[in-house]
């Protein structure tokens, strides 16, 4: 069963920089623009050593500069380790109240495969992994969080936090986020047993997880297979429950679609197709508003309703699976937008011939597919809000 253990974390000093000024979001949702207001906010934002970028003049890569910060961070006291291993309580709070409670630990690594007990959640897309195998390697540190899912239920209740937190601080989009330190032994060991006695599934950051993999068989070819620090993974991990998880869908646009293609009619030869209106902005957040399964297209939208054949050809009963499905019909390229709001704004700007709403997969769904030991297409699911970058990392060396 995985293995989730409390460890010596590293945090920020919180009475020379403030928590808000440092905390960045994932290195895999920043955009350069993103990353300079960042940078712009501290010098020792998170966003330096997550994003890096090169140092020309003194000729050192991206890498090298990660390091020598973080190395500066630690021996000047911005970045203090704990004073003892622990558990890290961590709540999401969105501006509408809903929250994600989980725990930060160090996670177990378990090579993938039919018996594990660490499951990936999606297949994944070809992504170079020497990017972020390069920063692990440099800076021997667990920047940030992979996020997995507990099938273990009630496991919220044996660390949900009672007293104000170690650290607090709000996001860029009105999130809060709080993270406590827990260091007691009989609280810390009754969480690794309950995070034991079920899979885990890693519902995002599946490339920092296959990343954290290839480093500790690095670490074990070359200090003749001794166990450490590099056998584990900085996890957040969350109860797969509703009343934890918020679930978007990830939506698609579509351009290169052949001259004349009619792309309504394409998929009405799998789903039930209503035309909804034109595309203004009214009809079209009404669609991205209610979680409508959509096509939308300069000529219209249309409400797309799955059939039992389509399930049936895409092996499948998700949205994703059946859309994928139908467009390989005709040649195309497909782009992932993370809001319906993106997907249509590619629409309009011409970037995109059709856009296509998805709905999100349940949190049913996603326990019967982890159940069964399934991936879910890659795209699937859209986790939020996302844990940031600077709350705590972990050094693996």
Same mark, same amino acid.
């Given at each position: ?73 630690? @021996?000047? %006291? +911005? !970045? =203090? /380790? ?6 890290? *309580?961590?709540?999401? #709070?969105? $501006?509408?109240? &809903? ?6 630990? @160090?996670? %177990? +690594? !378990? =090579? /993938? ?6 499951? *990936?959640?999606?297949? #994944?897309? $070809?992504?170079? &992994? ?268």
């Amino acid at each position: 069963m995985p293995r989730f253990e409390p460890f010596v974390g590293l945090r920020y000093d919180l009475d020379r920089v403030r928590a808000d000024q440092v905390i960045a979001p994932p290195y895999d949702v920043v955009e350069s623009a993103e990353r300079a207001r960042l940078s712009s906010r501290h010098p020792a934002n998170a966003i330096a050593v997550e994003l890096p970028e090169p140092d020309l003049q003194r000729q050192m890569d991206r890498y090298q500069v990660a390091a020598e910060l973080f190395s500066a961070w630690r @021996a000047e %006291g +911005l !970045v =203090v /380790p704990e004073a003892a291993p622990a558990l890290y *309580p961590y709540r999401m #709070t969105s $501006p509408d109240g &809903r929250t994600t409670t989980g725990v930060v630990g @160090a996670l %177990g +690594l !378990v =090579v /993938p495969g039919p018996e594990a007990d660490v499951l *990936p959640h999606e297949a #994944t897309l $070809p992504k170079p &992994r020497s990017d972020r195998l390069d920063l692990l390697r440099a800076t021997g540190t667990n920047l940030s969080p992979v996020w997995g899912l507990s099938m273990t239920e009630s496991l919220t209740a044996l660390f949900e936090p009672t007293s104000d937190p170690a650290v607090s601080a709000t996001d860029d989009d009105g999130v809060r986020h709080e993270l406590w330190v827990v260091t007691d032994r009989a609280t810390t060991d009754a969480v690794g047993q309950a995070v034991r006695d079920s899979p885990v599934v890693i519902a995002d950051g599946h490339h920092r997880y296959e990343t954290a993999l290839a480093y500790q068989a690095e670490v074990r070819a070359a200090n003749g297979d001794r166990p450490g620090p590099h056998d584990l993974v900085m996890a957040l991990v969350v109860e797969l429950s509703p009343d934890e998880l918020t679930v978007g869908p990830i939506h698609r646009t579509v351009s290169g679609l052949p001259e004349g293609t009619d792309l309504p009619a394409v998929f009405a030869e799998w789903f039930d197709v209503a035309r909804a209106g034109d595309a203004s902005e009214r009809v079209v957040a009404a669609l991205g508003e209610s979680r409508s399964l959509a096509l939308v297209t300069a000529d219209g939208a249309w409400l797309l309703s799955p059939t039992e054949k389509v399930y049936e050809a895409a092996a499948s009963d998700l949205d994703s699976s059946a859309v994928d499905f139908v467009l390989q019909a005709v040649p195309h390229k497909a782009t992932h937008r993370h809001s319906w709001q993106e997907a249509v704004a590619a629409l309009a700007d011409g970037e995109a011939e059709a856009a296509l709403l998805l709905r999100p997969p349940s949190v049913e769904q996603i326990a019967e597919w982890a159940g069964a030991r399934r991936r879910m297409p890659p795209k699937t699911t859209y986790f939020s809000p996302k844990p940031r970058t600077g709350m705590v990392f972990r050094p693996v060396r």
